[in-house]
């Protein structure tokens, strides 16, 4: 093994512990129709993040949702694809549990296709036994591992450190 594949692997390691140390419970997959640009791509994932954020909480709260994001190009096209990491959201009303993750469901998919008219369905269904874009963490440790393949020591970075909200608590704009 040379020193690039020894950083890189030490990089990837390095940065799922750190990451799986941020209490996530939803690991969300969500699709661009053709964006071939990452600042596009970008400024969609912010845009949709700041959306979801004012539809949970209200636009004065000072409440925001817990949040990794991590941005992939994908390997049959020039599209790329989100991946986003979730804190389980406060809900103003107490729902039980199952009614609170079809809600989020629902609210993610509805903001995700209002945030831009570059976002895009891909296997976005509600059904809970068939939800291949919305699924529950039970090991944090394997998604985080599993969100850190692509990161090496010479590419671009798939993580938007700056979009990563640790504590729910709303940034200055």
């Not at 036994?129 to 692509?150: A, P, T």
Request: proline share 1%; net charge positive.
């Amino acid at each position: 093994m040379n020193l690039n594949t020894q950083n890189t692997k030490l990089l990837q390691k390095e940065t799922a512990k750190f990451l799986a140390e941020i209490d996530v419970k939803y690991f969300v997959t969500l699709h661009f129709r053709s964006t071939t640009n990452k600042n596009k791509a970008r400024e969609v994932v912010k845009t949709f993040l700041k959306k979801l954020e004012v539809s949970l909480f209200g636009a004065r709260s000072k409440k925001s949702i817990i949040s990794v994001s991590f941005i992939e190009k994908n390997s049959y096209d020039e599209s790329f694809h989100v991946h986003i990491l979730f804190g389980k959201p406060e809900f103003k009303k107490s729902a039980n549990q199952e009614d609170e993750i079809y809600e989020f469901k629902k609210l993610v998919k509805t903001t995700w296709l209002e945030s831009d008219p570059t976002t895009a369905i891909k296997e976005l269904k509600l059904k809970s036994d068939s939800s291949l874009w919305f699924k529950e963490i039970d090991d944090r440790v394997n998604i985080c591992n599993y969100l850190c393949k692509q990161i090496t020591t010479g590419n671009e970075d798939v993580v938007e450190w700056d979009l990563i909200n640790k504590d729910g608590r709303r940034k200055a704009s």
